[in-house]
């Protein structure tokens, strides 16, 4: 009887390791921040800020900041350019998430986590750095605007949501099945 418990538990321990190591090279698979490869070709986090604007011309620019380099009025460093680079890159929050977006969102309004001056994107590239005028004007968007902005962000990151999920395996099967007897023999 001890040589049965003894392989039952060795070839259990075998599938339980295989299917760990399995989960793990998925997730060496992926991406850090939940972008699906595929997805991650299509837009460049530096891009989405034009495509934001297209879609919420009303949204604020608040791109009056001086470049420190040329001394000009940088045009294309703007809040939405801003709000995406903190987002993905400083708090290294997925972007194809609405939770996400709406903790980031939070950190504007001074509700969640507090935000740094020297971290803040621009603040090394900028004569002024721009946190507290991005604070003022997500401060300023309405409710509904902040919606809008979270849900606009996630359909230019995510533009094909139902194929993004994982999707059943052929040999999933959602009619009942009939239980599975004697595994307790392998015990004995």
Do not use: C
């Amino acid at each position: 009887m001890v040589v049965k418990f003894n392989s039952a538990l060795i070839i259990a321990l075998v599938v339980s390791g295989l299917v760990v190591s399995l989960g793990t090279s998925q997730l060496h698979q992926s991406n850090f921040i939940g972008i699906q490869p595929a997805l991650a070709q299509r837009i460049s986090p530096s891009d989405v800020w034009q495509v934001v604007y297209q879609q919420l011309p009303d949204l604020p620019k608040e791109n009056q900041y001086v470049s420190k380099e040329t001394g000009r009025v940088a045009e294309n460093n703007t809040l939405a350019s801003r709000l995406i680079r903190y987002h993905v890159y400083i708090k290294e929050r997925s972007p194809i998430y609405r939770f996400d977006w709406k903790l980031t969102i939070a950190d504007y309004l001074g509700a969640n986590e507090v935000m740094y001056d020297t971290t803040y994107p621009g603040n090394d590239i900028l004569s002024q750095n721009p946190l507290e005028g991005d604070r003022k004007a997500i401060s300023r968007l309405s409710r509904r605007q902040r919606d809008t902005l979270v849900q606009t962000l996630v359909n230019i990151f995510n533009p094909n949501p139902q194929n993004t999920r994982t999707q059943p395996s052929p040999s999933t099967s959602t009619t009942p099945q009939k239980p599975q007897t004697g595994g307790a023999d392998l015990l004995k």
